[in-house]
């Protein structure tokens, strides 16, 4: 895939990033539909109150599925968990999920292949990704390449890759770190009805990816 191509993708992936939080702006500007998203969130609060340490559990692996797979997002989830358990316990449950689900997703490039990889998030995407990188990429561009490809995407390409584990969590763990407060924060604005705060940070979300993006292509020249 081309350079040209790569940053069409990534600036795709971006876009629709922010006109997904702008659509969850306008939801919580509407009375309306906020009120009875919120009914919502309080049923699921009251059917996770009768065995807490299980939501809990069912929380994680769903986090850990989303950063595995392109068709779910946890994002959705959000806001009943910090209605549920608040900002801390939400983020720290919601951290957890997607660095086993990065470490799971590398464990099936190194040991299982790409045949394997193949069948979760298509043979196209990895090859595409793939000639991106390398096991001798330099850290910072691995951090760059981390924070601004699709999430389900990096773990199993290193992991074919071959690439340094102990690097890759690394990685991992600081690029996901922002995108878990940034997701909390917009999951606690929506319970909120904050629709003003929700709106700010898709603008943000997408300036920072685009600085992101360019940081990536000077890196790559």
């Known amino acids: 895939m081309s350079q040209k191509a790569v940053h069409h993708r990534l600036q795709r ?22 009120d009875e998203v919120a009914a919502l969130i309080v049923w699921s609060e009251g059917v996770i ?11 994680v692996l769903l986090a850990m599925v989303s950063a595995m797979v392109a068709f779910f997002s ?13 900002k801390v316990t939400c983020l ?5 999920g997607w660095l086993l689900g990065g470490i799971a ?7 299982l292949g790409v045949k394997f990889a193949a069948l979760l998030i298509g043979e196209d995407r990895i090859a595409d990704w793939q000639s991106q990188v390398s096991e001798r990429t330099r850290f910072i561009h691995i951090l760059a390449f981390q924070a601004i490809v699709p999430s389900e995407i990096p ?23 922002p995108y878990v ?17 929700i709106i700010l940070l898709g603008l943000v979300i997408i300036v920072l990816g685009i600085f992101v993006i360019r940081f990536y292509r000077f890196h790559r020249a």
């Open 74 to 86: 946890s994002a959705i989830l959000v806001p009943v968990a910090v209605y549920t358990w608040g």
């Open 181 to 197: 407060v940034a997701v909390v924060f917009l999951g606690e604005s929506f319970v909120k009805g904050e629709s003003t705060l």
């Open 49 to 59: 109150a009768l065995n807490p340490i299980l939501g809990m559990a069912v929380f």
């Open 105 to 111: 997703s590398f464990c099936i490039g190194r040991f």
């Open 13 to 34: 992936h971006i876009v629709i990033v922010g006109l997904l939080i702008t659509a969850a702006g306008v939801i919580a500007a509407s009375e309306t539909l906020h």
């Open 155 to 177: 773990g199993y390409v290193l992991g074919i890759l071959r690439y340094r584990f102990s690097f890759y969590l690394a990685a991992l763990a600081i690029t996901e770190l």
């Open 92 to 96: 720290v449950l919601l951290w957890l």
